[in-house]
């Protein structure tokens, strides 16, 4: 059975960084295209940033400049790096993976920002 999971949030403050962590275990043989979203209090979810299985990324022009995100193949990882964090960035922060040719979603991490 396949499991995505976040990791990496918490509060913190106006200008900070935080990095978040999404972990894909069980039987994987095709970890492809993977994206992080995010859904702010009586907001719709967003597109954050994609990552392609080649390294290929792709940014939300709200957080270009500010947001990096990478991964590891062989850990089966992806990482959202957030710098120069703004309190309209805080939302709850979820991972989905195109892996073994479905469509996984984490259960999110919280990201607070704020003084």
Known sequence: QVQLEESG?????PG???RLSCAASGSI???NS???????PGKQRELVAT?????????ADSVKGRFTISRDNAQNTVYLQM????PEDTAVY???ALINYRDYWGQGTQVTVSS
């Not at 949030?9 to 403050?13: E, F």
């Not at 993977?34 to 702010?40: E, Y």
């Not at 710098?83 to 703004?86: D, F, H, T």
């Open 9 to 13: 949030g918490g509060l913190v403050q």
């Open 16 to 18: 900070g960084s935080l």
């Open 29 to 31: 043989f095709s970890l």
């Open 34 to 40: 993977v994206d992080w979203h995010r859904q702010a």
């Open 51 to 59: 990552i392609t299985r080649g390294g290929r990324t792709n940014y």
């Open 83 to 86: 710098s120069s964090l703004k």
């Open 94 to 96: 979820y991972c989905n």
